[in-house]
């Protein structure tokens, strides 16, 4: 089977430019989480889903982020305007239930906001 | 709120030896769940073990062991007969019980393992 989709692996953009992060969970699966990975900061949980609405977003940082998951195979973390300071690896994971159930990660998207 | 710590920034082991990485967490759960994840600098995140916290025997996945505290709320992982693809990034995670409102994942700082030839 395959694993968690991201798309893209590379970005780089100008600030002020609006960037969106592609991910395709791993089928079956009903969570869905986004996280963003910085040196400074470690692993930050951004937002999640189950069964594709939102639970809690209390992690995205800011207006200019958000996320959408129009169904179960697809969704979507957009950065409008990106900042410089947006700068990070960005993961996509997925999981079936909760508690024992594990997130299983894609592979990551690197963001650079020049 | 969880919390969960890992005390060891980065950490060398011989090629062949035996390494521990230490995990503590803060919880006022009674059951829970442990997970130790690696990255290796191709970024991936990769399971490598988990722990029910109901469950008494400590897990095991071939070269790879915890040593499970509860009481002491601790959650240690031991490899043994290290190999140099063992060189990664380990995190150390907690997560809620099920139907639990929070139902998140909590990781740690990670802990960068050297395997030293």
């Known amino acids: 089977d395959a694993g968690v989709i991201q798309s893209p692996r590379h970005e780089v953009t100008e600030m002020g430019q609006e960037v969106t992060l592609r991910c395709k969970p791993i089928s079956g699966h009903d969570y869905l989480f986004w996280y963003r990975q910085t040196m400074m900061r470690g692993l930050e949980l951004l937002i999640y889903?189950?069964?594709?609405?939102?639970i809690d977003d209390s992690g995205m940082p800011e207006d200019r982020f958000s996320a959408k998951m129009p169904n179960a195979s697809f969704s979507t973390l957009k950065i409008q305007p990106s900042e410089p300071r947006d700068s990070a690896v960005y993961f996509c994971?997925?999981?079936w239930g909760t508690g024992k159930y594990a997130q299983y990660f894609g592979p990551g998207t690197r963001l650079t906001v020049l | 709120a969880q919390t969960v710590t890992q005390s060891q920034p980065e950490m060398s082991v011989q090629e062949a030896e035996t390494v521990t990485l230490s995990c503590t967490y803060d919880?006022?759960?009674?059951?829970?769940?442990l997970f130790w994840y690696k990255q290796p600098p191709s970024r991936q995140m990769i399971l490598v073990i988990r722990q029910e916290a109901y469950k008494q025997q400590n897990a095991t996945e071939n070269r790879f062991s915890v040593n499970f505290q509860k009481a002491a709320k601790s959650f240690s992982l031991k490899i043994s007969d290290s190999q140099l693809g063992d060189a990664a990034m380990y995190f150390c995670?907690?997560?809620?019980?099920?139907?639990?409102?929070?139902?998140?994942?909590?990781f740690g700082k990670g802990t960068r393992l050297h395997i030293l030839p």
């Open positions: 995670a907690y997560r809620s019980p099920p139907l639990n409102r929070d139902d998140k994942i909590i």
């Open positions: 994971a997925s999981s």
């Open positions: 919880t006022s759960e009674s059951d829970y769940y």
């Open positions: 889903f189950n069964n594709n609405v939102p």
